[in-house]
Nanobody, 133 residues
Framework: VQLQASGGGLVQPGGSLRLSCAAS?????????????IGWFRQAPGKEREGVSC??????????FYAGSVKGRFTISRSNDKNTVYLQMNSLKPDDTAVYYC????????????????????WGQGTLVTVSS
């Protein structure tokens, strides 16, 4: 599946942004996002890529996972009719500044692995989020 992340930008501390992860190219069977676990990752300059959130396939219960640093502030969701996964980010902090990537996995997520980048087979190109006054 080909992914395209969008929605990044410059926002003040305390503000909100909504990132989108859409399937790009053909929407033939197999590229529907609901057939995949979708994860959001971020990478700040000089730091390793870290898992932010993940949502399982609807057929797998649609379970969601969050990193401790974003729990209660970020919400991941699906719009199956738009073939898109969203990451709603509220109460943004300067530490949230990073390039955000979405990724797809054909495997159902579990607590010990959802945030591991190698768990995912396909990656989008990234969208920059800058939180600054």
């Amino acid at each position: 599946v080909q992914l395209q992340a969008s929605g990044g930008g410059l926002v003040q501390p305390g503000g909100s942004l909504r990132l989108s992860c859409a399937a790009s190219g053909s929407t033939a069977s197999g590229s529907t996002l609901d057939r995949h676990t979708i994860g959001w990752f971020r990478q700040a300059p000089g730091k390793e890529r870290e898992g932010v959130s993940c949502i399982a396939r609807s057929s797998g219960g649609g379970r969601t996972f969050y990193a401790g640093s974003v729990k209660g502030r970020f919400t991941i969701s699906r719009s199956n009719d738009k073939n898109t996964v969203y990451l709603q980010m509220n109460s943004l902090k300067p530490d949230d500044t990073a390039v955000y990537y979405c990724a797809a996995s054909s495997v159902s997520p579990i607590l010990s692995s959802w945030s591991t980048p190698t768990y995912y087979e396909s990656w989008g190109q990234g969208t920059l989020v800058t939180v600054s006054s």
